[in-house]
């Protein structure tokens, strides 16, 4: 049996597409890691939550983290337009 050809399911299949990341997905979850920990690991939630096609609400949950993310950046900035949304 060839492992190497096997296409992992559920959160391994997620957790393998991590490693695929984007420049623009790295260079986010970088500052997000020297910003705070908590907030990256929110967003590598949504990531891997995206990624799980066994979820059937995959993309609710991954918007649900992204929206965390996006509200903590506005804190951050100090854009008071998004502030509580």
Not at 5 to 34: F, M, N, W
Request: proline residues 5%; aromatic residues 2%; negative net charge.
């Amino acid at each position: 049996m060839n492992v190497a050809a096997e296409q992992p399911d559920g959160p391994t299949r997620a957790l393998h597409e991590l490693t695929a990341l984007k420049s623009a997905q790295l260079a986010l979850l970088g500052v997000l890691i020297e910003k705070s920990s908590a907030v990256a690991t929110m967003y590598v939630g949504a990531l891997m939550a995206r990624a799980d096609d066994s979820n059937p609400d995959r993309l609710s949950q991954a918007c649900h983290s992204l929206r965390d993310v996006e509200g903590r950046i506005h804190l951050w900035t100090g854009d008071p337009s998004r502030a509580g949304d």
